[in-house]
């Protein structure tokens, strides 16, 4: 905005001091003068139509209705996208481990994707194959793929492939998409919470969703995101089985302590360090299930008892986080776009698909947070932008006119040109994005522009004593000439943009801005 803004003040200087001290010094080409150029047949044709359309002001009127009942269709048919689906030039592959593994049992799960990449690397048009992981921090694991840019125009496809094709793991559960981190970096990737008090009722509930969401077509990867699953050794004591052993629930914990974590001494102290001591047995932390079976215990008549004869033992997965939102428990579900889908499609799929979930009384689903609330929050935002531009313009032109009526007027030629927008982005299957919205402010001004520079034209002739009708034909005609030379330059300047597949940080084509402005024009 700054940039368009200050261009166009220095435009403004230059129109008004270089431009006519040039101009007087040159002559007029012979083609502007001469009546048989194709520019002066056109001004002619133009000039008997609009003379009849003032002549037939009815037949007018249902004509501008018909025009405008016609772009409706093409307004309801673009497919809204916000922040795109365009993708880029890398991708990335996450893993989601299903339990804890060592760095060494992470390295040979991540170099099995990482051989099949290498040697389909031609195939898939592979610059560059980048891999982390660490045991720390919950086992944080990804592979990042770079596509050569003069190869590949659109990796949408590539992407589809690579993930249809990667190697199973048993380790963990491998996604792929096109940003990092699922979704937060442009709205490839959507989400859906579930929201209760339980994240064992949850866990249950995203077991039986997930694969009704897998079976949409706009959706691939459904995945359920609790982070790194662990497995933990659960301990739970059985109350009678103690008591009739005469031990209680508390001795009992202690002695199942005891033998896996050893018991805390004081603390080693030098000077002003300390070092916290543990006393436990050698090996115990690798000990298992088949190890509390060789510890036992003496009762108070005298008899060993064996530990596992009053705890149950069991190995569970669990999650490594637990995440709130509004004070409610929630477990996400994430998925990552299918082929050409676009966000509120994938939202329209996920909506159907969970009503017809009977969810148990207390737990729900919620899009806060997704990549659905980024973009209604977008779409407002554009909005009240475009509104408050709107009335800045009017607010300008109704000053310099001293008419509420003339700018009305220049204004109507907003309302058309977002109709070309849609019919421009309905031939060539574009997805209306934010750039789109930034094409529109920036197509507004150029619009009004031609319509300052056609009613300034036709008020001067009416105060040379023109009649309004003659005013109006005169004026038009004399003016098409320069409105069509603004207008084929600007759509000429976009073209090159909305052809190319140049993408920004985030994912985010140009080329919509450019269409956006091309069709308005």
């Not at 003068?33 to 009127?61: C, K, M, N, P």
């Not at 070092?275 to 108070?300: H, K, M, Q």
Request: net charge neutral; glycine share 8%; hydrophobic share 45%.
């Amino acid at each position: 905005a700054i940039t368009i803004s200050v261009s166009l003040l220095a435009s403004w200087l230059v129109a008004v001091s270089l431009i006519p001290m040039i101009s007087a010094r040159l002559k007029t080409p012979p083609a502007v003068a001469s009546d048989r150029g194709l520019i002066a047949r056109l001004q002619r044709s133009y000039a008997r139509f609009l003379r009849w359309t003032l002549e037939h002001r009815g037949a007018s009127v249902i004509g501008i209705a018909l025009v405008v009942l016609v772009s409706i269709f093409p307004a309801t048919q673009t497919k809204f996208d916000m922040f795109g689906n365009e993708g880029g030039k890398e991708a990335f592959i996450q893993y989601h481990w299903k339990g804890s593994y060592t760095r060494e049992q992470m390295s040979q799960e991540i170099l099995k994707v990482e051989h099949y990449l290498e040697a389909n690397r031609k195939q898939y048009h592979i610059k560059q194959i980048y891999s982390f992981f660490s045991e720390q921090g919950g086992g944080d694991a990804g592979t990042r793929l770079q596509f050569h840019e003069n190869e590949v125009e659109n990796t949408k496809p590539l992407v589809e492939a690579i993930s249809k094709a990667l190697p199973k793991s048993a380790k963990a559960e491998i996604s792929m998409g096109q940003d990092e981190g699922g979704g937060q970096n442009g709205g490839k990737s959507v989400q859906v919470q579930l929201v209760g008090d339980s994240t064992e009722t949850l866990s249950e509930l995203a077991g039986d969703i997930v694969p009704i969401l897998a079976r949409r077509k706009e959706l691939r990867d459904v995945r359920v995101d609790i982070g790194d699953r662990n497995t933990e050794l659960n301990v739970r004591v059985d109350r009678e089985r103690a008591a009739s052993f005469g031990f209680s629930v508390e001795e009992v914990s202690r002695f199942v302590g005891l033998a896996l974590r050893g018991a805390q001494l004081r603390d080693f102290q030098r000077g002003e360090t300390e070092v916290p001591v543990w006393a436990r047995f050698a090996g115990a932390e690798n000990y298992g299930i088949e190890n509390l079976s060789e510890f036992t215990v003496r009762a108070a008549d005298g008899r060993s008892v064996p530990l596992l004869a009053m705890v149950d033992v069991a190995v569970r997965p669990t999650a490594s986080q637990i995440n709130r939102n509004n004070r409610q428990t929630t477990l996400t579900i994430q998925a990552s776009l299918n082929g050409k889908a676009t966000t509120p499609e994938a939202r329209k799929a996920m909506e159907e698909t969970l009503k017809t979930v009977a969810f148990p009384a207390g737990y729900n689903y919620s899009f806060d947070g997704s990549s659905f609330e980024r973009d209604d929050d977008a779409g407002k935002q554009m909005m009240f932008n475009l509104i408050i531009a709107l009335v800045m313009i009017y607010v300008v032109m109704a000053a310099v006119f001293e008419s509420l009526l003339f700018p009305a007027a220049i204004m109507s030629c907003v309302v058309f040109s977002i109709f070309g927008v849609f019919w421009l982005f309905w031939i060539t299957g574009s997805s209306f994005t934010v750039m789109a919205f930034i094409g529109i402010l920036v197509l507004m001004g150029v619009v009004v522009n031609n319509g300052i520079v056609m009613v300034e034209h036709i008020n001067n002739l009416r105060r040379r004593g023109l009649s309004r009708n003659e005013a109006l034909v005169e004026g038009s005609r004399e003016r098409l000439r320069p409105i069509m030379m603004t207008m084929g330059t600007a759509i000429l300047a976009m073209i090159p943009i909305s052809l190319s597949d140049t993408v920004v940080l985030g994912g985010l084509a140009y080329s919509p801005m450019a269409r956006a402005v091309a069709g308005g024009l």
